[in-house]
């Protein structure tokens, strides 16, 4: 490792070294084998990869898993650079080294230079900026499974990993059998020799462990036999079976279960609590009140001997609720703010502005044809099938926690911090997560579960919110509106963009609940509030995107695709409005501004050509078509909708996608299918709507998912690529909502510019 790749920060000037993983070469990831201990028999190789004395590979698995397929793909790669069969990779519980970092959805929310020449291009200060923050991020244990980038994080370090193991398996071959290397050949996970010898990767671990790899370097995709070809998922057949392990399925000796009841109003406090009557309810042991915990609600939790003796007595426990200090919250009059706010500043150029080019405000007052709308969108909710659940140990100064987190650094400080032990006393362990979305980047519900385990006197406890806990409160997709602004020239060409945003920034938020040390001012510019507009690819000469960071009071955070799931929306919508403003073909249209984007062009084209846009359709129907980058990835969509009974009916979904090298299609046809149906649902039924401080929607009643009966065919195009893999958790998200309002536009000549939708 050059010397050179190490940043002195400011903080080794106090004797700290903080080193940065996510640029340094993949080799610096590989880590020690003494990261990995060994466990019957097993022979760690590095910090990655053990192997286990039948052969089978054992690999430290640093990603959650929350139906996203990244286990499988992950375990994909480290099966292609040993040649084993995928059912001979084990995944095993990592440490916390910093080799298992990502903070790439972390540093990504960082903003972009105002001035940028092209969208997507940073500033040397900014791309400086990211490297600190990304050494001090890792320093603090951020490892987040979150951001779409899984794989793209774990593509380099996996297979090098992988790689050096084999390396050192042959080497150790090499050794005993007094053979060339180049003469051995490896077949699921067997070495031999064609002069006779063999033996399986268990029978040469011990001597590996200590020969030198040589430089081993990863399989040309010449080579390759499982990477780019479908596989079935690894976790399929336990989560079939019902033997998955989620959060809400821990089960230990003397456990107890928790309950738990928010204040009513978002912000609020817990009055008096009649302690004495719930303690007469059947099964329960003790009443524990709760402080915010990392952003939180007040809370009052009933612990009992089973979860349903906890759950009705919650329910019928007499607490009295406070109201918020600050004054009651409504999501009506927060729209009205937020739509004052961007007009405010689109008249005068304000706000932080994240990309510009050209001069926008002259090209605009010259225009032959100007446009000016505003669309908007509600506070959404996560939703996700396994409710809040935290299980926590508290004992003989140790904490011991099972979570279905997407960040068990995270929840491994902050449950360090409640319970008053060191940090290196806090052992997590991750279960599947039944649904993560983002809910489960933050850690709330964690010092909530130990704050409860310290009055249990050792026994450990599972804390299970309801579902209508979970959705009223929890950090919402925050609300947004955009006030967009275009000049059309005589031509119907456009000549001018101007975007203004406005709504709460997560970043800063998630930071001040989770990192404390990184937060600050809560009106900081934030990436996430203006992506998906700041660097959408359509060549218009004269831009000016800008964001006006605004301070609500409702707690937002992270949710599936974050800002691009309504950017989008706005963005594609507006290209739509311009379209039509300029009397052009929408996808005709996209195609003219994507000159000097030829894989967005790409992208556009093959979605256009597989749903056969310029085809006919049965009366009653109509074809909508949006195009949107996210997370690396360029996803277009063409939805077919009619309108039944008054309501719109989306019957099929084309979706082309390019994503970099695909490790597994079946895997990214899953989360295409899986980012539609959640877009889906959010565009045509969903809103979080609060009154006098209190949300009204309370469980799956007021917030409709789209079901099987509802569903669309959805079909995935890939187009080939050996770019470096990106994300596919939430690419497929943004573009629906576009897609199905152009579409439901051509059905009514009415533009719809706020959802859900409502005709």
Not at 233 to 262: N, Q, T, Y
Request: glycine share 12%; aromatic share 6%.
């Amino acid at each position: 490792m050059s010397r050179r790749r190490f940043l002195l920060s400011a903080a080794a000037i106090g004797g700290a070294l903080l080193v940065g993983w996510g640029v340094m070469p993949a080799r610096s990831r590989l880590g020690q084998g003494a990261l990995l201990p060994s466990v019957d028999g097993d022979v760690p190789l590095n910090g990655w990869i053990k192997i286990a004395p039948d052969g089978g590979v054992l690999l430290a698995m640093n990603r959650s898993e929350m139906g996203q397929g990244v286990h499988t793909a992950l375990a994909m790669l480290v099966a292609e650079e040993l040649d084993v069969p995928l059912g001979r990779v084990t995944l095993v519980e990592p440490g916390h080294d910093a080799i298992y970092g990502n903070v790439a959805m972390f540093v990504g929310s960082l903003p972009f230079h105002p001035v940028d020449s092209q969208p997507g291009q940073e500033s040397s200060t900014v791309r400086s900026g990211r490297w600190i923050v990304s050494k001090v991020a890792r320093e603090l244990g951020i490892n987040a499974t979150g951001g779409s980038s899984s794989i793209a994080d774990g593509w380099e370090p996996l297979r090098q990993a992988a790689a050096t193991a084999r390396g050192q398996l042959l080497g150790a071959a090499s050794l005993q059998w007094r053979l060339p290397v180049d003469e051995l050949v490896v077949t699921e996970g067997v070495v031999s020799h064609p002069s006779g010898p063999k033996a399986h990767y268990g029978e040469l671990a011990k001597v590996a462990a200590s020969t030198p790899p040589g430089n081993m370097q990863p399989k040309d995709p010449k080579a390759w036999k499982l990477i780019g070809r479908p596989a079935p998922r690894i976790d399929v057949v336990a989560k079939s079976s019902g033997r998955a392990g989620f959060g809400i399925d821990v089960r230990l000796p003397g456990m107890l279960f928790a309950a738990i009841r928010h204040s009513p109003a978002i912000g609020g406090g817990i009055g008096a609590v009649d302690v004495n009557a719930v303690l007469q309810q059947p099964g329960v042991e003790r009443v524990v009140r709760l402080g915010p915990y990392a952003g939180s609600t007040a809370a009052v939790a009933v612990v009992a001997r089973t979860s349903w003796h906890a759950r009705r007595a919650a329910q019928a426990m007499q607490a009295e609720g406070t109201a918020r200090p600050a004054g009651a919250l409504d999501s009506q009059a927060i729209l009205v703010s937020l739509e004052k706010s961007a007009r405010e500043a689109a008249a005068h150029g304000g706000g932080f502005g994240f990309h510009g080019r050209g001069d926008a405000a002259q090209a605009l007052a010259g225009a032959a044809k100007k446009l000016e709308v505003v669309y908007r969108a509600p506070y959404l909710a996560h939703a996700a099938m396994e409710p809040i659940n935290c299980t926590a140990r508290v004992a003989d100064g140790k904490v011991e926690l099972w979570a279905p987190t997407q960040v068990p650094g995270m929840a491994r400080n902050l449950a360090a911090s409640v319970a008053g032990v060191p940090v290196d006393d806090v052992t997590v362990h991750v279960t599947y997560l039944g649904g993560g979305f983002g809910r489960r980047l933050d850690v709330d519900f964690v010092g909530q579960a130990v704050r409860i385990a310290m009055d249990t006197n050792g026994r450990p406890v599972q804390l299970l919110w309801s579902r209508e806990e979970d959705m009223t409160h929890d950090f919402y997709r925050p609300a947004g509106v955009a006030v967009m602004q275009a000049g059309l020239d005589a031509q119907g060409n456009p000549v001018a963009l101007a975007i203004t945003s406005a709504g709460d920034a997560i970043t800063p938020r998630w930071l001040e609940r989770g990192l404390p040390a990184l937060s600050g001012p809560m009106d900081a510019p934030d990436k996430t509030t203006s992506e998906g507009l700041f660097d959408q690819p359509y060549g218009v000469p004269n831009q000016r995107i800008g964001h006006v960071a605004t301070t609500h009071g409702v707690p937002v955070g992270f949710w599936r695709s974050v800002g691009h799931s309504h950017n989008a929306f706005f963005g594609e919508s507006f290209i739509d409005e311009l379209a039509a403003a300029a009397g052009q073909d929408p996808y005709a249209f996209r195609l003219g501004l994507l000159k000097d984007m030829p894989r967005h062009a790409a992208v556009l084209k093959l979605a256009a050509d597989q749903a056969g846009w310029r085809t006919p359709l049965p009366p009653g129907r109509a074809r909508g078509i949006a195009l949107h980058e996210s997370f690396d990835t360029i996803v277009a969509q063409v939805a077919e909708v009619s309108l039944e009974g008054g309501k719109p009916r989306v019957h099929r979904v084309v979706c082309a996608v390019d994503c970099g090298v695909v490790v597994n299609p079946d895997i990214v046809a899953q989360q295409m299918e899986s980012g539609v149906i959640f877009g889906l649902s959010a565009a045509l039924h969903q809103r979080i709507d609060i009154v006098d401080g209190v949300v009204k929607q309370k469980n799956f009643p007021d917030y409709p998912l789209v079901t099987l009966k509802d569903a669309p065919a959805i079909e995935t195009h890939i187009v080939p690529s050996t770019r470096h893999p990106s994300g596919m958790g939430e690419p497929g998200t943004p573009p629906i909502a576009p897609a199905v309002g152009n579409a439901l536009f051509v059905l009514t000549g009415k533009r719809l510019r706020e959802l859900p939708f409502v005709l």
